[in-house]
């Protein structure tokens, strides 16, 4: 990491400010079909971003290679982007490392499990499918994956921040037939720590929800209760997640400008971006830019509390 920031002091000119973010991928997935391996892949990736910053002007460019000439590159075009951008007093790099009291769960014991045990979860998902329900005649695909990851970032003012962390996931797409009729439906879960994948009951709504779409009848308009599953509740959310930006806001462009503090949904709705959630997929320290993870709620019991990133100049 010390010879990336050497490398940019030595290629950028006086007068810029820079911030490096570097981020290595290492990640193994395995793909069972059949109750056999069908395929297992394994890769890593790694690369760096760069912003440099004068006169309130931002620039940024990023290369997945890390040769002196590669970063040199890099360097060299951030500072050309900055050139052509508009002034804008928001933009600064942070001077001071705010504690954070988030941690990234970084899963040795599930890192050091064999290929082969690993291999059998994976298996053991579709056999544990079939078994569940006599209609369901096979599994398109079984898979497990596992995540590891670093972060290391630093600028010009000395703030400097590093985490590492795993993730493991696991996806099911089971196939039921019964009286000449067929559906298919799949699920998902995910994880910090290996042992912790619920991979059993994501099995479980994967089959229920296969074998709740054979033999499909219409009926007649109505206004009904509806329980949506996770994603299907998620894929509404995000159609309507727009509103809740906080460059909307700024900008004028959402309905809720003037909104806040003002009741815009039912009582039993609460909207939550928590960024501290213990053992989250996407908790982490620090994002991008090493503001510490927060807990902020867009819509608390009615109520508009807050938009997505709003960054006001002060």
């Known amino acids: 990491m010390e010879n ?14 820079y911030e490096i973010f570097f981020e290595r991928r290492k990640k193994l997935k395995i793909e069972v079909s059949n109750e056999a391996v069908e395929n297992i892949s394994s890769s890593e990736e790694q690369g760096v971003g760069i912003r440099v910053l004068k006169d309130k ?47 990234s769960i970084y899963d040795r014991e599930g890192l050091s499990i064999p290929l082969e045990e690993k291999i059998d979860i994976s298996i053991r998902m579709e056999k544990f499918a079939k078994e569940l329900d006599n209609r369901i005649k096979g599994v398109r695909k079984a898979t497990l994956t596992e995540v590891e990851f670093e972060i290391w970032s630093k600028n ?9 962390g795993t993730s493991f996931s696991s996806m099911i797409a089971t196939l039921a037939t019964d009286k000449g009729d067929s559906a298919i439906s799949w699920e998902y879960r995910g994880a910090r720590r290996l042992k912790n994948l619920d991979w059993k009951n994501m099995v479980k709504d994967a089959v229920f929800k296969t074998v709740n779409l054979l ?19 998620a894929m509404l959310l995000e159609a309507f ?10 900008k004028g462009k959402t309905l809720l400008k003037d909104k806040v503090n003002q009741k815009i949904a039912s009582s039993k709705i609460n909207l939550l ?20 993870s927060q807990k902020k709620f867009l819509i608390e ?5 807050d938009f997505y990133i709003v960054c006001i100049p002060q």
Do not use: H, W
């Open 273 to 292: 971006d928590d960024g501290t959630l213990n053992e989250g997929l996407m908790t982490v320290p620090y994002d991008a830019e090493g503001i510490p």
């Open 301 to 305: 019991m009615e109520y508009l509390r």
């Open 156 to 164: 010009s003012y000395g703030v400097e921040f590093e985490y590492k």
């Open 241 to 250: 997640s727009p509103i809740f930006l906080g460059d909307y806001y700024i």
């Open 57 to 103: 002007k931002l620039g940024f460019a990023y290369s997945s290679f890390l040769g002196e000439e590669e970063i040199k590159d890099t360097v060299e075009k951030a500072m050309e982007m900055c050139e052509i951008q508009e002034a804008d007093e928001g933009n600064e790099f942070i001077k001071e490392l705010l504690p954070s009291k988030t941690v």
């Open 4 to 17: 990336i920031e050497n490398l940019v002091k030595k290629y950028i000119k006086p007068g810029f400010e």
């Open 215 to 233: 033999y499909p009848l219409p009926f007649e308009t109505k206004s009904i209760p509806v329980v949506f599953f996770r994603e299907s509740f």
